[in-house]
């Protein structure tokens, strides 16, 4: 996953997840301008989380104009499953 802000900003993130999922930090939002989550208002930008797994293929992804909706923890939680070991396939 990738997301917006510093280092500690992300290692948060990562504990959020509860599923020992990397989270890289993007302070200056290149991968999130390259993924469409583009600055709307001078330093405001689209929100989003994109899940990429470990081929590289986006199995979820969210935008949203609104910051407090860029994590949905619940749809988010079923991807993370999803990826893991013996989960079926969606």
Known sequence: M???????EAAAL???TGAGVRVWADPAGRNLDALGCT?????LRRSGTVLVDREGVVRFAV????????LPWPA????LAALRPGASPA
């Open 14 to 16: 990562a504990r959020g």
């Open 63 to 70: 935008q949203t104009p609104n910051p407090n909706g860029a």
């Open 2 to 8: 990738i997301g917006p802000g510093r280092a500690d």
């Open 76 to 79: 988010l939680r079923r991807a």
């Open 39 to 43: 600055r709307v208002l001078g330093p």
